[in-house]
């Protein structure tokens, strides 16, 4: 009976991660098919020609200079993609960082501006748009873009700073990036009443994100943070995990908690930083992005990582076509499409779950007992007799 019962558990397990796998396979799917339409959409080419244009890029195929795929080439590459790639890199980095926020804070409705990163970068670009100061010695789009990268990172830097005084609690944490929010926001407030007109849009428009104006140039810096940020998260999903379970039990489970939040706020800081810094303040894709995914595969960070990167990267694509389909002549900001989409999204996740433990942790079906308890594994099981599964290390040996 117990062989069987073991047997039933572990085929039970291996359905659950083969239907959570076809998940992420479906977003790539997803992901593919809205990044080509959204290449297509505007430029006159069917979805097929777009497909075929993009991929014999990618392949090095060249035409004839001036030839019909020639034109149809550079148009595509240069003028539509830099926008599209911008925004499936922006939705992949913003939803990792709310997907690893929520997790050290211990609260759903964490996002990755919780630490006042986002009123930070405000203020830094607000200097450069309307006083005409910057930290670089541009005073172009260039020096908006070092005036934001360092203003995102003011506020991280006095968290970092503040903590060792007062605490390293998530709720200190939160309440400090809220007053540090409020108090950067007075002082964008204070200086957009002194602008002119012209400048008064301009710095309007920054904040509430775009990609209109994206480049090639402005990729590389973006794309380097968030692949390596990919890579350094996926590998502490299980740590994430332990997080998840609370501060109390992560310390019980060998986890500095401590160090283990820095790294992760200085992470997520330089991360958004690299982000916003060129495409304004994106809101809602990193708190609704990461919940979607829970719904759907539930809270083991191990495929929440990765589904919320392609959830986040589809979600930012599609808004960004609307925006482009909502005004033929113009666009709408981004920012703006995405509190669109995201804000009735996000109520409707409240309203269908049934718990925030459903949404917001992994948990196994049967009761906790015994050394399964302390390693927040809800399966009755021995020490570790069930390590081959489980996605928390335990005290009392290393998992695989």
């Keep these: 009976m117990p062989d069987d019962t ?6 039970e397990y291996k359905s659950s991660v083969q239907r959570k796998l076809s998940f992420i396979l479906l977003c790539v799917a997803v992901l593919v098919v809205v990044t080509i339409v959204s290449c297509s959409v505007g430029t006159g080419y069917e979805f097929a020609k777009t497909a075929q244009v993009i991929w014999d890029h990618l392949t090095g195929v060249t035409y004839p200079p001036r030839s019909p795929d020639w034109w149809a080439d550079y148009y595509i590459v240069n003028n539509v993609m830099p926008g599209v790639v911008m925004a499936l890199v922006a939705g992949a980095g913003l939803a990792l960082a709310g997907a690893v926020m929520q997790s050290i804070m211990e609260n759903p409705l964490a996002d990755a501006y919780t630490t006042g990163i986002s009123s930070g970068a405000c203020l830094g670009a607000v200097t450069a748009i309307i006083m005409g100061f910057s930290f670089s010695s ?4 260039a020096g908006i873009v070092t005036n934001a990268f360092i203003g995102s990172l003011v506020p991280a830097a006095l968290i970092i700073v503040l903590v060792r005084y ?3 609690s998530p709720s200190t944490i939160i309440l400090i990036g809220t007053a540090l929010t409020f108090f950067f926001n007075s002082m964008v407030t204070f200086i957009m009443i002194t602008a002119s ?3 008064l849009q301009d710095a309007y428009i920054w904040q509430v994100g775009s990609v209109t104006n994206a480049s090639w140039t402005d990729l590389p810096l973006m794309f380097v ?6 890579v350094l998260v996926q590998l502490s999903a299980r740590k994430l995990n332990i997080m998840s379970l609370g501060e109390k039990s992560a310390k019980s489970l060998g986890l500095n908690v401590v160090q283990f939040r820095m790294l992760c706020i200085v992470l997520t800081s330089v991360l958004i930083a690299s982000i916003i810094s060129f495409t304004g303040v994106i809101g809602f894709i990193g708190l609704v992005a990461p919940h979607m995914v829970r719904y759907l595969v539930g809270g083991d960070n191990r495929f929440v990582i990765p589904g919320s990167i392609l959830m986040g990267s589809a979600v930012l694509v599609v ?9 033929p002549y113009g666009n709408v900001p981004l920012g703006v499409v995405m509190s669109f989409i995201g804000a009735p999204v996000f109520l409707y996740l409240i309203v269908r779950r049934k718990s925030q433990k459903d949404v917001f942790r992994w948990r196994g079906r049967a009761t906790t007992t015994g050394s399964s308890a302390a390693s927040g594994c809800s ?3 021995s020490p570790c007799s069930y390590a081959w599964r489980c996605s928390y290390p335990c005290r009392w040996g290393s998992t695989t």
């Design 138 to 141: 541009a005073l172009s789009s």
């Design 319 to 327: 808004a960004d076509l609307l925006s482009r389909l909502l005004m």
């Design 225 to 230: 943070m968030t692949a390596a940020s990919v």
């Design 166 to 168: 007062v605490g390293n």
């Design 197 to 199: 007109a012209e400048s």
């Design 379 to 381: 399966w009755s099981c």
């Design 6 to 11: 073991y047997d039933a558990q572990k085929d």
